[in-house]
């Protein structure tokens, strides 16, 4: 059985940190890219980071760029989002996706195969 497990979230005040950890399972992720979205109340689930199948890749969305920071663990297969400087704005469920495309380094909602089930991340003002 495919699974993606996040953690890490959690309550922040603004200007605060919170490292998200996505470990995997049930298959071999190592040829996988992996990303990061988010979705806030009443809006769409947007995309966040992004790194390809080795790591040497990622992608950012504008609203995190110099914040976050996307990395992988190839040896338990482990996607982590460094997030730095956080925003009330940053405030959502955040997910993290596994592609069967190894050189992808952004992307929308549905050309991710798998999903985990997602943390929520709160920042308070």
């Known amino acids: 059985q495919v699974q993606l497990v996040e953690s890490g979230g959690g309550l922040v005040q603004a200007g605060g940190s919170l490292r998200l950890s996505c470990t995997t399972s049930?298959?071999?992720?190592?040829?996988?890219?992996m990303g990061w979205f988010r979705q806030a109340p009443g809006k769409e689930r947007e995309f966040v980071a992004g790194i390809n199948w080795n790591g040497g890749t990622t992608a950012y969305a504008d609203s995190v760029k110099g914040r976050f920071t996307i990395s992988k663990a190839n040896v338990k297969i482990t996607v982590y989002l460094q997030m730095n400087s956080l925003k009330p704005e940053d405030t959502a469920v955040y997910y993290c996706?596994?592609?069967?495309?190894?050189?992808?380094?952004?992307?929308?909602?549905?050309?991710?195969?798998?999903w985990g089930q997602g943390t929520q991340v709160t920042v308070s003002s």
């Open positions: 049930g298959r071999t992720f190592s040829t996988y890219a």
């Open positions: 996706a596994a592609d069967r495309l190894p050189s992808r380094t952004m992307g929308t909602v549905s050309e991710y195969d798998y």
